[in-house]
C-alpha cells in the first residue's frame, strides 16, 4: 500500500490489465489518501463508495478491455456527471444533480476509468488561483516557508490533486490557461489540445469559443493516453472537429530531430523573474541538445492578446452564465417578483469574480459599445491568430515559459483583478487562436516553486507538441518535490 | 364603383390621416424535432413532455442545428422571390424572461439565411406589392401560464426550441383589409409550400405589429409602436384600427408617440404599454460560439429550387390563361392550398370552368352557411365532378343538378345513385320526346295555327307543355330542337 | 518588451449611473457597495483592454470561431430522451407539471 498511488497512469493501467495489481486495490489506495488530504480542499465532492463498488466490478467481471481499465480519476467540477453533484465551484448551482454525462468523462468512464469525485476549480473557472470558488481556496502541496500557495487556477483542484497523488490523472478545462497555469504551479503536465478536439457537451460553459477540455497528469505519456482516451468529433457539439481518430500514445516518440522551433522575442516580458528566463534558455539548449532546430521568431500582436481576451471571455460569459436565474436547477433566492428573484439569485449565487465578468461581458455587448469593445477585440483576434498562422510555415513549434512568475501566496493578488489576470499572459493566445499547447514541469524556483515550459502547436497537431514535450521531459529529469505535508 | 379606388383614410380633428403598417410575422416551421434539439414539436401535448437538455438550457448543452429546417427556410425564401443568401450567421439574442431558458434567443441579425422578396396582394383596387425585408430562423421561447395561480405564474418549455421563421415585411401595407390579405396570402404560400401549417389558434402563427400614422399626403414616417404577438387577422386588424385612432389622438392634442412595445388586449380591445418589456431594447448580441457560419452551395439551394410546387401566383395565371378562369374566380381557387387541391381534384375529371362556378357559387355558398371549411366540405371532390359531367353529357340539367346537389350535401352521396334513385335522370330519348311532342302538336291544334300565323311567343308554351309531360326531366335542348322541326 | 500596466488615458470610464444600467441589464441586484466596488473595476479593466485602440483594424475581420470546417446538420428526427420528471428534477420550485415563478405581470 501506498505505492500504487505514485505510479503513473500508464503503469498503473498496465499492472491492473496484468493482474499484478487489482482496481480495488488501487481504488483503495488512492481512497485513503483522499480521505487524509482534506486539507489541500481538492474536493467539491467525492464519489469514494461508488469507486470502490465500481472497481470490484472490474476486477469481478475482470473488464480489463479499456485504456484506462480500473485508472481512478476524479474530475474537475466543471463537468457534468450523472447523478453526481456538479456545481462549477459556485454556490448558484448548489445542487445541480445532472441527468446526464459530458462526453469527456463518459469516455473515460467507457474506457475503464472509475470517478473518485468532482475537483475544485475557480468559480465557473474564472479565475487564476482557485480563490474564487465557492468552496474555499485548494491549497498547492508545494509550500514555502510554511505559507500555503495558491495551486493556479482555475483547474486547480486538479493540479492539486494530481500533485499530491490524490487521482492518477485528470481532466480539466483551458480557456486561457487553465490548464497549463495550475500545472505549471504544481508541477504536473497539462495539456490544452486545439480547439474542437474534444467535445464541449455537457461541461458547464465559460467562454464557448476559448472553452477546451484537456488531460492533467504526472509525465507526458499519461497525456497522451487520456488524450487518446478523450478526444474525437461529437455530433452533439457543433464546434468539434471532424477529424480522423489519432493514436498521440501509441505515436509518442523523442525523435525531435530536424524538427524547427521557434522562440518569440515578445514572451520576455518586463519583470519577468530571472529564474524563468534563465529556465527559458535551458529550455532551448536542451531542444537543441534533442536535435532540434532553433528559430527566433515574432508574434507582434501578444501584447494584446490579454486585452482581447478580457473582452472576448467575459462577453460570452455574460451569456452563457444567463441560464442560472433560479428556475430550472440550484440556487434560488425570493423575489416579490420574476426580476426581483432573478436580481436577487444572481447576485447571491455568483461569486465576485464571476459578477465582475458578467458585468463587463454585458457592457462590451451593450449597445453603442459592441464596435468600440467586441467587434474590436474579435478583429485583434483575427491579427493575433494570423501571428501564429505566419510563423507556422516556418516553425512546427514554439517554446515558450508557461507562465510569468511561479505561484504565489494565498490572497496575494486577490484584490488586484489586472495582476491576477497578467498571470495568463503567455497562455491566453493560445486560446485565442484555438492552438494545442502543452505545460510540462521544468524545474523549480529559488524557493522550490516548481515552473513550467510551454510547447504549442499548430492546429491538431498535439503529436508533435507531445513528441517534443517528451523528449524535454526526458532532457528535464524532473522530480517531484512534494512533501505530503498535510497527512 | 367606390370600392376600386384605395380610401383608408382616418379622420381626426385636423384633417385625413394615413395609416403605416408593418409586419413582423413569426411562422412555425413545419418540422418533427425543433430546430436545435430532437424533441418533437407536436402540438397539445402535456406540459414539459417535449423538453430536452438543451431545451431547458442544462449547464453544458450545446445547440445541433436541424437540416431540414434550413431546408424549409430556403424553400420559403424562394417562394417569396427572395433572394437566398448563401452565407449566415446565427446571433444570441440576450434577455432575462421566465419562458427563455438559455437567456438568450438564438437567432439571425447581422446576416439572415434569406433576403428581400415580395408578396403579391389582390386589392379590389388592384395588385399591390408588398416588399419582403427578410426572413431568419430563430428558436421559439417557452410559454408562461399566468392564469392558473394568484402568486405564481408557470412555465412549460414545450415550445422552447421549436422553428419559427421571421419574416420582417416592409412598411408597405396601409389598411387593416391589405394586412388580411397579406397575412392570408403568406399563409397560402407557406401551406402550398408546406413549410408552415399556418394554424392561428395554435400560436403557428403570430405577428407583431408595427403601427405610425401621418397626415394624409405627407412623405415623412411617424413614431411607431410594435403590437406584440397578435395571433388572429380579426386581432390584428382591431389592434391597427384601435392603435392609429390611439395615435391619431395623441398627436393631435399636441403630444408625442413613444417608440414602445405595446400589447393588444382581446377582451378590452385596446392597447397598452408592455412592462415586462421596459428594457428589452438592448439585446446585445453577437454570434453564438456555439454554432459556425451556415453555408449553403448553390446545388443545395438548386435541389430545393426543383422541388418547389406550383404558387398560387403561377397557378392563377395558369387558370386563367389555360382553362379561361375568370382572374376573380382564379384567385379564389387559389387562395387557400386545400381549395386549389380541391378544386384540381374536380376539374382534372370534368370541366374546369364548371367546376370552378359549381365551387364558388354552390359549394363556398353551402360550406359559408355551415361555417365549414373546404377540408370539411360535404361533398367530396369526386362526387363534385360526377356532378358536373352529368351535367356536361345532359343527363340532367343545371336545374335538376341543384336539387341533386341539396341531396349530396347531406349526405355525400354519389350523385349517379341518387339521380338513379329518386328518377332525376333526364329525358333524353328524341323518339320519346317525339311521341310526346306530338301528342302537344295534336292537342293543342288551336295554338299551332296562331303560332304559324305569326305569334312566336307561343313557342315557349309548347316547351312548358313538354316539360309538364316529362315531369321536368325533359332535356330542354332536345325539346327545343324536336319542337322547332315539328312546328315548321 | 512589453509594458503592460502602462496604458494612456480611457476613452470611456464607467459612472455609477452605468453600472446601474449594466447590473440591471444583468440581473444582477445592485447597491452602494456594489456600484463603488464595480466603478473601480470595470474601470481599471476597461481601460486595460483599451489598448486595442493601438490597433487600426478598419480593413480585419472579425474573428469569432477558429474552426474551419461545415456546420454540421442533424437529420429532422424526434428524439425522446427525458421524461417530465428529468426536465423538473433539479427545479427549486415546481409543481407536478410546471417550473413555479413569481407571477409575471405584461
Partial sequence: MGEITKLTLVNLVSKIKSKEISALDACSDYVSRIVKSKKLNTFVTETLEQAISSAKKIDDNNLKEGILSGAPIAVKDLFCTINVETTASSKILKGFVPTYESTVTSKLWERGAVLLGKLN?????????????????????????????????????????????????????????????????????????????????????????????????????????????????????????????????????????????????????????KEIQDLWDKGISWMKESGAIIKYISLPHTKYALPTYYIIAPAEASSNLARYDGVRYGFRASGKDLNEMYENTRSLGFGNEVKRRIMIGTYVLSSGYYDAYYLKAQQVRRLIKNDFDLVFKDVDAILTPTAPSSAFKIGEKKDDPISMYLNDVFTVPINLAGLPAISIPAGFDQSGLPLGLQIIGKPFDEQTVLNSAYALEEKIGFKSQVKDWWM | MADNKFDYYLDGKTGKWEVIIGLEVHAQVTSRAKLFSGSSTKFGSDPNTQVSLVDAAMPGMLPVINKFCIEQAVKTGLGLKAKINTFSKFDRKNYFYADLPQGYQISQFKFPIVGEGEIVLDMPYGTKVVGIERLHLEQDAGKSLHDQDPENSFVDLNRSGIALMEIVGKPDLRSPEEVGQYVKKLRSIMRYLNTCDGNMDEGSLRADVNVSVRKQGSQQLGTRCEIKNVNSIKFMQQAIEYEAKRQIDIIEDGGTINQETRLYDTK?????????????????????????????????IENIKKTLPELPDEKKLRLMNDFGLSSYDASIIISEKDISEYYEDVAKNSDYKLAANWMIVELFGILNKEGKGIKDSPVSAVNLSKLINLIKNGTISGKIAKTVFEQMVQKNENPEVIIEKSGLKQQSDPKELEIIIDNIIKNNQDKVIEYKSGKIKLFSFFVGQAMKETAGKGNPQLINNILTKKLK | MLIYLNFSSSLMSINKETVKKISKLSRIASNEEFENSMIKDLNSILKFVEQLNELNTSNTEPLSSVVDQKLYQRDDVEKKINEKKDILQNSPIKNENYFVVPKIIE
Fill in chain 2, 268 to 300: 378590452k380591445n385596446e392597447t397598452r404599454s408592455m412592462r415586462s418589456k421596459e428594457d428589452a431594447h438592448d439585446y446585445r448580441y453577437f454570434p453564438d460560439p456555439d454554432l459556425l457560419p451556415l453555408v449553403l452551395d448553390s446545388e443545395f
Fill in chain 1, 121 to 273: 476549480c475557480d468559480e465557473f473557472a474564472m479565475g487564476s488561483s482557485n480563490e474564487t470558488s465557492a468552496f474555499g481556496n485548494v491549497i498547492n502541496p508545494y509550500k514555502v516557508n510554511d505559507e500555503n500557495i495558491v495551486p493556479g487556477g482555475s483547474s486547480g483542484g486538479c493540479s492539486a490533486a494530481v500533485a499530491a497523488d490524490l487521482t492518477v490523472a485528470t481532466v480539466g478545462t483551458d480557456t486561457g490557461g487553465s490548464i497549463r497555469q495550475p500545472a505549471a504551479f504544481t508541477g504536473i503536465v497539462g495539456l490544452k489540445p486545439t480547439y474542437g478536439r474534444c467535445s464541449r457537451w455537457g461541461i458547464v460553459a465559460f467562454a464557448s469559443s476559448l472553452d477546451q477540455a484537456g488531460p492533467m497528469t504526472k509525465n507526458v505519456s499519461d497525456c497522451a493516453l487520456m488524450l487518446d482516451a478523450i478526444s474525437g468529433f461529437d455530433e452533439k457539439d457543433s464546434t468539434s472537429a471532424n477529424t480522423k481518430k489519432e493514436e498521440f500514445l501509441k505515436n509518442l516518440n523523442r525523435n525531435i530531430k530536424g524538427l524547427k522551433i521557434g522562440i518569440p522575442k515578445e514572451y520576455i516580458v518586463d519583470d519577468m523573474p
